[in-house]
């Protein structure tokens, strides 16, 4: 299936190559960099390339590209998956997945990829399994081995690759027994120039930290489950308890992991009904100007909450691509900072907490360029928030309760809503 | 440089090599730059200079690298060792020592190299010595290394082999599985016949880790020695009943590499292979799945038969009408929706019955579109596609739509495939709609996949909301996808006949754009439009003629000639002054604009010779003399057919049928028509190409072959679920047995 890898850097160097069957020739990866050299933009390079004899299959992320050479059919999201597994398991392993961070880690990162496949097909994508068989590496761990001559290497068939629960080890041992629950909601949306919504949707993760002894057996309930209609879920959640009784029933991965991801909006709940139901928890007022034959724009935005069930909107971050016409801007935030990078166009303003009684607001004027024509197109504006205690779409966890084992552990549950991609049409 | 670089086209490698070339002046030891020559040898590149004195100065950064790996793993020692310009005598000493931390150490620095893509072979005898080193990290990176260089050092690596065979006998599990995964990935052909007896033997092992790697094994050794393939095919056989999830997915992908035609094989293991399906893990789901759709394909029959029917006699309308319904019903409930649907369907089509394990397949796939892995929730989709009757589909859209989320590569996966479905299966996404509006954020390639999906979704109901939604796109910085917003614009007035005049006002308008770009992309999609009514626009044609002055690509120049060429009776006035001027700038035109220009010429001629006479000899003329043949053939050709002489043939009677006669009009397209003759999420039917390894999705059959083939005479794998199922229903989801609940029953 998967033959090679390929790592390249954002500047076109091969940092590190892996092979699982025969050696492919890097020059493969010049196909790869003359569809780079043809996109304009990093994220259009496509993500499937032919070439005459394999097919290169990458994906891009932390501004590395994760090139996968293919000698025959293979379902490309089995690769493309994949490639992010292995991004995800550097980045639980390092902490980050840079170049650096790889690079420094070279030994680990081969024998990581060393286990992940065999002659190209995955064998090990488990954390937990691979955390068994390579060690993560730490400070302590690393001065730990060079004293005893220790190593990195597990010795055993980890437990989890037999048994019926592949994603918990067994004698799981803790002095504090605590789950914790973060449910994280990201709201979509497409507002468009007179303020009504086109779509919205919202796009919500529970992410869980379980730190719990021995095999325990977790259930979890909402008071509102008719929400969740569209869910995937951890591997270890019980299917068939979920259809029937809609509650979470699993035994829980060691660590963090992501119980499950769901899906809000109101196409599912009502196809037929145009209106929305997904809460919008701000609105902006915008006045973005530009007159023919006038070498000044005007532009000036406001924002405001707008639902959202009494709690504080923060780290607001209003970015907007103006068009290339503009040379400058001449803006006065009433709060917060902003900055134009008259190369890119790009606008951004840290707007930070919105105060319901003091509106922050940014006004003034554009320069452009003088005489040209003026632009076609008004900028979208895009607007990253936070709001904390609360999960938009109303989602709530009703009860956890554990089986199985007999301590008490220590339970908790955090609700996050945050903006995802929230782009007003000017 | 510069023009060696064009030579290769090898832009970066070029770079690379001028880089190269540079380091060469300043100091000798650029062998070890990372770079590859661009003719792809790198060996005899890295052989060239044996004695290369740098291979452990890192950091010293003489190539385009840094050599950064290393200086954390080796603490303090290595510093000292990094100043001393040696060969790779130290590591062949580090090798030799009896300290396994000084062999683990060198080890680590060889696999840092592989891992730069360095050439590391001449350390072969040093490492291969330290395969039966007792600390297992140093194993490890030996076999990591033997299975790099095994290939090249045929000879060598003969030595390593008696350790492998006695691991083979290890009681412990995981190294009798690391020894043969090690000696089946050795690329040594002489070792075929133990490799053999090794896979026989594993399979049969206690230990199902051992048996999945002998599973792992079999297409290594069939890509070694194809000769092998009815053994191979024995273990295959001997692998695929058994019984437990760790082995499934890895021994179906050795069916599909080694005898993906042996479909015979599969019948007795069909059914446990459904019921095990929920508890692999997600890579081989993926893989069963595929394989067990082109399965189903031959052994079932069409659950669509009557429609496809019906499909042929009746129109796109009444078809698409049904769907419709259907898929409405779904999302109101999904509950009712499955026994409804499967009422209607018993009604609807009487003499297909449908054959239970066709139903069980179908069953035992559905929830695993709750998956958090894309690549399995597209298998199942497919797998519905292609299998499910029409009016179950509908589930797969909910699954597909959440995907969309997704990291990039895979939304521009997942929007291929959609957009083929939505051609067959448009009511499935209509609720859908809005998920596929476009973001001035995304990439141009999703959006252009978007804007496909978004036209296939286009019916009377919502085109005025979709051309709203267009209005915007068409104002995008983003030109590439502002050109295919008009296409997409002249697909849905070709395809909606109530919405042709609103469209054409809208490109029209665009016609005094700025860009020029979308001027072109305007005139072109309008003459495709035009083509289709052209009697009432003719001052749309005028206002196209005076465009001719203006725009200059020649696509656009091109389109609004042939438009004036063909409808010259509505603009008589024109027509003539038209070509007066490009008669005149004739031989500075693209040869698509030439090709135009005569055409234009010889119809003006047919219909008006008075005034274009002497304009047609002229352009005739010109052409004649054109430096491309293709232009100079024409001009002799048209000059034939259009200018009556003795010598003309008994076509130029018929010249102005022949120029004249009525066109159909041009059908827009999508390119995503008929794509699913492959089978969908496949590489195949993402290129739109045969791939190599491709298994062609077989048509159902006529008749149904004999079901019983499927049937287990000892029912040991049904029951053993059966009892994992009782013991589930336990009152707390059977702790003991925590993925049987979700798996079985079903």
């Not at chain 1, 199985?404 to 991609?421: D, L, N, Q, R, S």
């Not at chain 2, 954390?72 to 290595?78: A, C, F």
């Not at chain 2, 290594?220 to 000769?227: A, F, Q, T």
Request: proline fraction near 5%; hydrophobic fraction near 40%; aromatic fraction near 6%.
């Amino acid at each position: 299936m998967i033959h090679s890898l390929f790592l390249v850097n954002s500047s076109g160097d091969i940092f590190l190559e892996k092979h699982w069957k025969s050696v492919v020739s890097r020059s493969v990866c010049d196909y790869f960099f003359e569809a780079q050299e043809r996109a304009s933009e990093p994220e259009n390079v496509p993500p499937v390339i032919p070439t005459p004899h394999h097919y290169l299959i990458s994906v891009l992320r932390h501004s590395i590209y994760f090139v996968a050479v293919i000698q025959s059919e293979v379902p490309p999201l089995f690769v493309i998956e994949f490639l992010h597994r292995v991004v995800d398991t550097f980045q639980d392993y390092f902490g980050v997945c840079t170049e650096a961070a790889i690079k420094d880690n070279v030994v680990v990162v081969y024998e990581l990829l060393e286990e992940m496949l065999d002659n190209g097909f995955p064998l090990a994508t488990e954390s937990n399994i691979l955390k068994e068989l390579i060690k993560p590496p730490t400070i302590l761990r690393t001065v730990v081995n060079t004293i005893t001559g220790s190593t990195n290497v597990g010795e055993q068939l980890p437990t989890g690759q037999l048994s019926v629960v592949p994603w918990r080890r067994t004698g799981v041992k803790y002095t504090n027994n605590e789950a914790y629950f973060d449910v994280v909601e990201e709201i979509d949306a497409i507002i468009d120039k007179s303020g009504s919504t086109i779509t919205a949707e919202i796009q919500g993760v529970i992410d869980a930290c379980v730190k719990l002894t021995g095999m325990p057996d977790l259930t979890l309930s909402f008071m509102n489950p008719r929400l969740l209609d569209d869910v995937s879920f951890h591997p270890c959640v019980r299917f068939k308890r979920w259809e029937a009784e809609r509650i979470l029933s699993f035994i829980p991965p060691d660590g963090n992991f992501r119980l499950l991801s769901y899906h809000v909006s109101s196409q599912n709940l009502h196809p037929l009904r145009s209106t929305s139901l997904v809460a919008i928890p701000v609105y902006v007022k915008h006045n973005i100007t530009f007159r023919e034959g006038s070498s000044q724009g005007r532009f000036e935005l406001t924002l405001g909450p707008k639902q959202t069930m009494g709690k504080g909107v923060e780290a607001v971050l209003v970015s907007s691509q103006l068009p290339r016409g503009v040379l400058n801007t001449n803006l006065n935030p009433t709060q917060g900072t902003y900055t134009f990078d008259p190369v890119t166009k790009l606008l951004s303003w840290d707007v930070g907490k919105i105060n319901p009684q003091k509106l922050p607001s940014l006004k003034g004027s554009m320069s452009l360029q003088a005489g040209a024509s003026k632009p076609d197109e008004n900028p979208t504006i895009n607007i990253q928030f936070k709001i904390q205690q609360s999960a938009l779409s109303g989602l709530k966890v009703n009860r956890l309760d554990m089986y199985g084992e007999k301590y008490k552990p220590f339970k908790g549950i955090k609700y996050m809503t945050k903006a995802g991609k929230f782009q007003v049409r000017t | 440089m510069t023009p060696m670089q064009k030579l290769l086209q090898l832009p970066v490698n070029a770079m690379n090599m001028v880089k190269t070339a540079q380091d060469q002046m300043g100091q000798q030891d650029e062998a070890k730059s990372p770079v590859m020559t661009p003719d792809g040898g790198n060996h005899n590149w890295y052989n060239g200079e044996p004695n290369d004195p740098r291979h452990i100065r890192f950091g010293s950064g003489g190539g385009d690298q840094e050599e950064r790996a290393h200086l954390e793993e080796g603490g303090g020692s290595l510093s000292s060792l990094v100043t001393q310009p040696l060969r790779h005598d130290d590591l062949k000493e580090m090798l030799d020592s009896n300290k396994d931390s000084l062999k683990l150490e060198a080890m680590k620095r060889i696999v840092a190299m592989i891992a730069r893509g360095k050439n590391a072979s001449d350390l072969f005898p040093a490492v291969v010595k330290n395969v039966a080193c007792k600390n297992i990290e140093v194993k490890k990176l030996v076999y990591v290394y033997l299975v790099r260089y095994a290939e090249e050092q045929q000879d060598l690596a003969l030595l390593s082999i008696s350790t492998f065979q006695r691991g083979l006998k290890d009681p412990n599990q995981l190294i009798r599985a690391s020894a043969l995964r090690v000696l089946s990935s050795i690329r040594v052909t002489i070792i075929v016949p133990i490799m053999m007896l090794a896979i026989k033997e594993a399979a049969s092992d206690m230990s199902p880790y051992v048996r999945k790697t002998a599973a792992h094994a079999i297409p290594k050794l069939y890509s070694l020695d194809p000769e092998q393939k009815d053994c191979l095919i024995e273990v295959i056989e001997k692998l695929l009943a058994d019984k437990t999830t760790l082995v499934a997915g890895s021994v179906v992908m050795a069916f599909e590499e080694v005898c993906p035609e042996r479909i015979d094989l599969i019948h007795k293991n069909y059914r446990k292979l459904c019921n095990l399906l929920i508890d692999v893990e997600e890579w081989g789901q993926v893989v069963i799945i595929n394989m067990l759709t082109r399965y189903a394909r031959t052994q079932f029959l069409n659950p669509n038969m009557n429609e496809s029917l019906l499909e042929e006699g009746g129109g796109e309308n009444a078809f698409y009408g049904t769907d419709n319904d259907d898929d409405t019903e779904d999302e109101e409930d999904e509950e009712k929706e499955k026994k409804k649907t499967e009422a209607t369907a018993i009604v609807k089509r009487k003499p297909y019955v449908m054959d239970p394990d066709h139903r069980l397949l179908l069953r035992n796939t559905k929830p695993l579109l709750q998956s958090r892995n894309a690549a399995v929730v597209m298998a199942v989709a497919q797998l519905y596609f292609h299998l499910a009757p029409k009016a179950e589909v509908g589930v797969i859209a909910k699954a597909l739509v959440r995907l969309m989320r997704s990291h990039s590569e895979v939304q521009y996966v997942v929007l291929q495939n959609v957009a083929t479905m939505s051609i067959k299966r448009r009511g499935m996404f209509e609720p859908y709609l809005k998920s596929f509006y476009i973001r001035s954020t995304d990439p141009t390639q999703i959006k252009v996949l978007k804007l496909e999906v978004l036209t296939n979704l286009a019916n009377e109901t919502n085109i005025s909301t979709i051309l709203r939604e267009f209005q915007t796109y068409i104002k995008s910085n983003d030109k590439d996808f502002v050109a295919a917003t008009i296409q997409a614009i002249g697909r849905c007035a070709t395809n909606i006949g109530e919405v042709r005049d609103t469209c054409l006002n809208g490109l029209v308008q665009l016609l005094s754009n700025r860009d020029e770009l979308v001027v072109a992309e305007s005139v072109v999609v309008i003459k495709k439009l035009l083509q289709m009514q052209p009697e009432q626009h003719s001052d749309i044609i005028k206002h196209m003629a005076k465009l001719t002055d203006n725009i200059q690509v020649p696509m656009a120049r091109a389109s609004i000639l042939w438009l004036i060429g063909e409808y010259c009776e509505h603009v008589p006035k024109i027509a003539p002054d038209v070509l007066r001027k490009m008669a005149k700038t004739f031989t500075n035109e693209e040869d698509i604009v030439k090709l135009q220009i005569i055409n234009l010429a010889a119809k003006l001629y047919l219909t008006n010779s008075k005034q274009t006479k002497l304009l047609t000899q002229y352009v005739l003329n010109l052409a004649k003399y054109d430096q491309n043949y293709d232009i100079r053939d024409r001009a002799r050709f048209i000059r034939q057919l259009i200018v009556p002489t003795d010598k003309s043939g008994a076509l130029s009677k018929y010249a102005k049928k022949l120029f004249l006669a009525l066109k159909p009009a041009p059908i827009l397209e999508s390119p995503f028509k008929d794509r699913d003759h492959f089978q969908l999420g496949s590489l195949s039917h993402l290129l739109n190409a045969k791939a190599g390894g491709y298994q062609v999705l077989p048509d159902w059959p006529e008749a149904a072959p004999d079901p019983s083939v499927r049937n287990v005479e000892v029912k040991e794998s049904v029951r053993a679920v059966e009892t994992v199922t009782a013991r589930d229903r336990g009152p707390l989801g059977a702790p003991q047995n925590p993925r049987g609940a979700r798996g079985a029953l079903l």
